[in-house]
Structures are given as structure tokens and as C-alpha cells.
């Protein structure tokens, strides 16, 4: 299995761990999405993409994550100690949707992310832009020119939506 391609896109939260966001694709076949590259104590690392563990309310069934107090649903008292424990006693609040097996897959799909954010993080600079946060990365600044190109004529406009969103249409 080879990694054979890597999409960065850098977060723009000053002072967060959370450096940017990666898309991995495997052999041209397959694509995991929301990859995380963070900002460890020894470097960057990555975290797989991960989804909140929920439970069903005992009452009416309603879903809830496991760090609620009351049910969503009917409002009804829930148990604290209702999760499932790691080997060190905690709750699992979160579990990883896909993940590599063994520890060489991991430092593939690792130093692929991490050398293809280092890269964004040198265009950017190179653009003159700016990376804030903490060490060496962490955000992105504005990007000379804005962060868009420019819309094609004959496109509608995002006309109500907030801005850094749209309905989908790219220009």
C-alpha cells in the first residue's frame, strides 16, 4: 500500500494544537478524510478521523453522548458510569472510524501528512502569508489575494449565507 496523494488544508486558530486537516489517498483507491495533524510536545503527529461514541436513554431511547448528564430527548437523569473503559480506566468518549493496523502503516500514513503539511506550510510563507499559532505552524493567515478565485461570470451568488460558507457552487 502506498500513499499517493495528500491534500492539506491549514486551520486558521491562532495558539490551537490543531495545525491543519489532511486528506490521505491509498493506491489511487481509496481516500480517508479529516485527518488531523496536530501540534505534539515531539513534533506533529496525527490523529485518525473519530466519531463521538452515544448511548440510548433507558427511558425512551433517545441518543446521547456519554458525557451527558440528562437525556436530549425527555430530559431524564442519566447514569455517569454508563461508558465503556480503556485498559487505563477511562471512558472512550471517541472512536477512530479508520485506523492503520500496524505501527509501519501508521509511520507511512504519518511522515506522508506531516511532509505534505510542511510543504503548505513553506507555499504559504512563500506566497506571503502568514502561519500563526504555536511552534511552527498552527493557522493560516490571509493569503495575498484572498483566499478564493475569483467568481466565474454567470455563477449566482452566496446571496444569505454567513460568510466563510456556500451553498456548494465554487467559483
Request: charged share 25%.
Amino acid at each position: 500500500m502506498q500513499v499517493t496523494n495528500v491534500k492539506v488544508k491549514l486551520t486558521s486558530v491562532p495558539g490551537e494544537k490543531l495545525c491543519a486537516y489532511c486528506t490521505i489517498t491509498l493506491d489511487n483507491e481509496f481516500v480517508i478524510r479529516d485527518v488531523k495533524i496536530i501540534e505534539g510536545a515531539n513534533g506533529h503527529f496525527v490523529a485518525m478521523p473519530s466519531r463521538k461514541v452515544t448511548d440510548r436513554c433507558p427511558t425512551c431511547g433517545g441518543k446521547n453522548h456519554l458525557r451527558a448528564k440528562f437525556c436530549n430527548d425527555c430530559g431524564g437523569k442519566l447514569d455517569p458510569n454508563r461508558g465503556t473503559k480503556d485498559e487505563q480506566g477511562r471512558v472512550k468518549l471517541h472512536l477512530d472510524l479508520a485506523h492503520p493496523i500496524n505501527q509501519e502503516c501508521r509511520q507511512r500514513l504519518e511522515t506522508a501528512a506531516v511532509e505534505a503539511y510542511k510543504v503548505e506550510v513553506t507555499g504559504v510563507r512563500a506566497a506571503g502569508g502568514t502561519i500563526q499559532g504555536g511552534g511552527s505552524g498552527g493557522g493560516q493567515g490571509p493569503r495575498p489575494g484572498g483566499d478564493r478565485a475569483p467568481r466565474p461570470e454567470g455563477l449566482p451568488k452566496d446571496e444569505g449565507m454567513p460568510d466563510g460558507f456556500s451553498s456548494g457552487i465554487h467559483g
